[in-house]
Nanobody, 117 residues
Framework: VQLVESGGGSVQAGGSLKLSCRAS???????????MGWYRQAPGKQRELVAE???????NYQDSVKGRFTISKDNAKKMVYLQMNSLQPEDTATYYC?????????WGQGTQVTVSS
């Protein structure tokens, strides 16, 4: 499985970005039944879960992004998205897409998000 993120960039506080993650080399049924997640890692900090979409379709968010970020997916296109609104400087980090199948855990290479005040 290969995951490629895109959509990162530099924005001012209050702005929005939409991250995309394209999955390849995975059959649609496996993608559909997998858990999806977006993580981020700021310099000098541990990687943290930002948002997840469970196998049952439940969406969970880190408290700091609730009401601002939305995770979604398109099974037919094998895409995972993270809509980020009202971005703040503390959201600055490298964002990683994660796909957790029953047998393995896959990660993308990351996309940088920089929010200036």
């Amino acid at each position: 499985v290969q995951l490629v993120e895109s959509g990162g960039g530099s924005v001012q506080a209050g702005g929005s970005l939409k991250l995309s993650c394209r999955a390849s080399r995975i059959i649609t049924s496996t993608f559909t039944s997998s858990r999806m997640g977006w993580y981020r890692q700021a310099p000098g900090k541990q990687r943290e879960l930002v948002a997840e979409l469970t196998r049952d379709g439940v969406k969970n968010y880190q408290d700091s992004v609730k009401g601002r970020f939305t995770i979604s997916k398109d099974n037919a296109k094998k895409m995972v998205y993270l809509q980020m609104n009202s971005l703040q400087p503390e959201d600055t980090a490298t964002y990683y897409c994660n796909v957790d199948t029953d047998s393995w855990d896959y990660w993308g290479q990351g996309t940088q998000v920089t929010v200036s005040s």
